[in-house]
């Protein structure tokens, strides 16, 4: 007769409540026999990890460095260096870097904070109330994808000085910009009007088609004039049709540049 096996033998283990895969692991060592060895992180791979991290640490400070070199070629080339390496740390010294005497750093100054992106773009704000350094603040803007940007850009169209590199950076933009570029279209300030139509022109964007159309019955014959060229570079047969009555437009020089527009359009097929 067989003898019966003792109770620990039949012992069945007590299963948690929640099945966790360290649970699972240990199961599956009692039936293979192995020994389950705690995955902990070890000494050396903590400092492994630490020494990468100083490492970008230290190359991020070697490139600030350069950034005050009498060289303009390391200079310019530290910049680009800042703007690859994505680190919010960069911000700071690219946006001083916007001050360089050499426009070619100032360039890559800008291009960078535009690779970094989001992080930089409250220090940019900042930066706007600088006379000196406003322009390229404005243009490092443009290149960024943050509705954070749209309010202040959109500020500076009121501004004579800067309204130009203001719709640059709106362009840059594109589409993001087009519903509050359609809105200026609207404003009272006769100047954001103009600014806003020249945005969209340049946007080419069928949305923009409609507003730009009522824009040619506006009381300024300039508004009407660039409404119309706007139109014309969108190419939309609506513009087409739309810009025929100011052929009759009480200004020579509107009349005149419609024609031309019309002209051009006469030798494209329709559509085109």
Not at 9 to 24: C, G, I, L, Q
Not at 222 to 249: Q, V
């Amino acid at each position: 007769m067989e003898q019966s096996r003792p109770k620990e033998e039949w012992a069945t283990p007590s299963v948690p409540e929640t099945v966790t895969d360290e649970f699972t692991d240990q199961v599956a060592a009692e039936f293979t026999g192995e020994h389950l060895v705690p995955v902990e992180p070890t000494a050396e791979l903590t400092e492994q990890v630490v020494l990468e991290e100083e490492k970008v640490k230290d190359e991020i400070e070697i490139q600030i460095d350069l950034l005050k070199d009498s060289d303009w070629v390391v200079r310019r080339e530290a910049a680009i260096t800042l703007g690859e390496m994505g680190d919010e740390r960069c911000v700071e010294p690219l946006c001083h870097a916007l001050r360089d005497g050499d426009w070619q750093v100032r360039e890559v100054a800008i291009d960078g904070l535009g690779q970094i992106g989001s992080p930089a773009v409250e220090l940019l704000i900042k930066l706007l109330r600088d006379w000196d350094v406003r322009k390229y603040a404005i243009a490092a803007l443009g290149k960024i994808r943050d509705e954070r940007v749209l309010d202040p850009l959109m500020l500076q169209l009121r501004n004579d000085e800067f309204k130009d590199d203001a719709v640059n950076a709106l362009v840059e933009l594109g589409e993001p910009a087009l519903s509050r570029l359609i809105k200026a279209l609207k404003d009272k300030d006769e100047n954001v009007r103009k600014q806003a139509v020249l945005a969209l022109g340049r946007i080419k964007h069928a949305e923009a088609i409609a507003p730009l159309i009522d824009m040619l019955a506006d009381s300024d014959w300039f508004t009407r004039l660039t409404s119309a060229a706007a139109l014309e570079a969108i190419g939309d047969d609506r513009g087409r049709d739309a810009i025929k009555p100011l052929l009759k437009d009480p200004d020579m020089v509107v009349r005149m540049r419609v024609e031309r527009i019309l002209a051009k359009w006469k030798k494209q097929p329709a559509g085109c």
